[in-house]
């Protein structure tokens, strides 16, 4: 897929980086929408953290022990928009649920180990979080999520095998199961660590998060995370379509079928003049 300059609306290539933009009325052509943000996760250049010691880390005892039996992508998976909105709006900072800063084991693993910031909690009960109730699918995976995991990503997993194939159910639990479950969660870990340290900046050199070939093919297209950080909005979280991003193929494919509508894209004259503006001059992502 390419991009479709014609059907976005830019944002002015005058304004500053890193300002919070109000929330737009969107209007869909060809079915993609104006490239605005309406829910939180711009930016919010405004906070400051707190002068003075941190606070201790206090280990969560009842966590560690789920994610050494690795059920806690499990359990935790159901709030995990709202952690999502609050590491984009505080990027970097005590307010940030996995903050890169605190190095690769923190934001890798270790934020889901320990108790939160206070800043983290502070911040995320102010989240305007009314769109995401208001969304049947998301309340129905809220609703039955530890079913769903347990069915689809354990059962299923090692029953087709064991059925198609005649594997033996142990083979089906420990390979299919849990070892593809390990990898998957390592993979989609590595954008919240690998992907705000390592790769270039070509839109935005002022924030931390970077263009990683690796993570992008890892987590199947999660990777490009200067280019999502930067332009949150974007439904693709790439400039480049399809490459390394099979995520955007599936929800092409997906609006191809009549069951996703509204895709956000940024034009093409907005991510250069950002590019210009506010990029590493000699980088080139993807
Ligand atoms: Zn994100
Ligand atoms: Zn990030």
Same mark, same amino acid.
């Given at each position: 897929m390419t991009e479709t300059p014609e059907t976005t609306r830019e944002h002015s290539a005058g304004q500053p $980086?890193?300002? $919070?933009?109000?929330?737009? $009325?969107? =209007? @869909?052509?060809?079915?993609? =929408?104006?490239?605005?943000?309406?829910?939180?996760?711009?930016?919010d250049s405004s906070y400051r953290e707190k002068d003075g010691p941190k606070p201790p880390v206090r280990l969560v005892w009842r966590n560690i022990v789920l994610m050494i039996l690795l059920h806690s992508g499990a359990v935790y998976g159901a709030v995990l928009i709202p952690d999502h909105r609050v590491h984009h709006k505080y990027s970097e900072t005590d307010a940030d649920p996995h903050n890169a800063l605190r190095g690769f084991f923190f934001s890798h693993i270790g934020w889901l180990l320990?108790?939160?910031?206070?800043?983290?909690?502070?911040?995320?009960?102010?989240?305007?979080?009314?769109?995401?109730? =208001?969304?049947?699918?998301?309340?129905?995976?809220?609703?039955?999520?530890?079913?769903?995991?347990?069915l689809i990503c354990f059962l299923v997993p090692m029953l087709v095998p064991w059925y198609l194939w005649g594997e033996s159910l142990t083979v089906g639990y420990f390979l299919p199961g849990l070892l593809r479950y390990t990898v @998957?969660?390592?993979?989609t870990w590595l954008v919240n660590s690998a992907a705000h340290m390592w790769g270039n900046r070509p839109y935005d050199q002022t924030i931390n998060p970077r263009e990683n070939r690796f993570v992008a093919f890892s987590a199947v297209g999660e990777g490009f995370h200067n280019y999502h950080h930067t332009f949150p909005f974007d439904y693709s979280t790439s400039e480049y379509g399809h490459k390394l991003n099979l995520t955007t193929a599936f929800i092409d494919l997906m609006f191809r079928l009549g069951l996703a509508s509204d895709r956000k894209k940024v034009s093409q004259a907005t991510i250069r003049a950002r590019a210009q503006?506010?990029?590493? =001059?000699?980088n080139k992502s993807g």
């Open positions: $980086p890193r300002q $919070p933009k109000p929330p737009q $009325p969107t =209007a @869909t052509n060809g079915g993609f =929408a104006l490239a605005e943000s309406s829910v939180e996760d711009v930016f320990v108790r939160k910031h206070p800043d983290v909690l502070e911040k995320g009960r102010k989240l305007e979080l009314s769109d995401l109730r =208001a969304d049947p699918v998301v309340m129905f995976q809220r609703r039955h999520y530890k079913m769903s995991v347990l @998957t969660l390592n993979s503006r506010t990029g590493e =001059a000699s």
